[in-house]
């Protein structure tokens, strides 16, 4: 299984500042994935990072709001650009478990609060 | 539209009795589904899956059941023990190759000792 972790663990903000979440893993791995989970909601993919090439992002979210960087097979950064309320999230980063195409590791998440 | 649904936000159980915790989904492509279980403060951890070929799935005390019929999957836990008290994500993916995963919002599990 593969450790990982996540800088900051949660961190307040005021409205229209942005914040990078850094997001180390203890291996190198192919696959690095950035999830938020809203208040009450479940966990929405935000995007895939690979390395050397551009992110993936999912339907309805963007490369100007969520820029993502993935320098190396162990690191990855996910910043939320131009911070509102709505943005109040935890933001979680996963890797794949190299085992099975479906399977996850999580890192403990980034509470993110906007003012 | 959820294409995952849990529909039981909290569960309370008996230690030492089952825990049932059920998940619908709606997308048939859907061939590869996961529970996750979560604690405070903490990322989803991986329990246990099974695939669309399977119809159970069997892990010490967890044992998943898919019924592809209903689009339903329930995560059986026997006995139920106070460590268990978690959020239970149910998750499903589709496709080989295919990295994304589609949530249900989550059951928050209390064992009561």
């Known amino acids: 299984s593969a450790v990982i972790s996540q800088k900051p663990s949660r961190d307040i903000c005021q409205r229209g500042t942005s914040l990078t979440i850094q997001c180390q893993v203890d291996?190198?791995?192919?696959?690095m994935f950035w999830y938020r989970q809203q208040p009450g909601q479940s966990l929405t993919l935000i995007a895939t990072a690979n390395q050397g090439s551009e992110a993936t992002y999912e339907s309805g979210f963007v490369i100007d709001k969520f820029p993502i960087s993935r320098p190396n097979l162990t690191f990855s950064t996910l910043t939320v650009s131009n911070m509102s309320p709505e943005d109040s999230s935890i933001y979680l980063c996963s890797v794949d478990a190299g085992q099975n195409y479906n399977e996850q590791f999580f890192g403990p998440g980034t509470r993110l609060t906007v003012l | 539209d959820q294409q995952v649904k849990q529909n039981s936000p909290s569960l309370s159980v008996q230690e030492g009795r089952i825990s049932i915790l059920n998940c619908d989904y709606t997308n048939s492509m859907f061939d590869y589904f996961l529970w996750y279980k979560k604690y405070p403060a903490e990322g989803p951890t991986f329990l246990i899956s099974?695939?669309?070929?399977?119809d159970k799935n069997e892990d010490g005390r967890f044992t998943v059941f898919l019924n592809k019929s209903a689009k339903h999957l329930s995560l059986h836990i026997v006995p139920s023990q106070p460590g268990d008290s978690a959020v239970y994500f149910c998750?499903?993916?589709?496709?080989?190759?295919?990295?994304?995963?589609?949530f249900g919002k989550g059951t928050k599990l209390s064992v009561i000792p």
């Open positions: 291996s190198q791995v192919t696959m």
């Open positions: 099974i695939s669309s070929i399977k």
């Open positions: 998750a499903a993916g589709s496709g080989a190759g295919s990295y994304q995963l589609t």
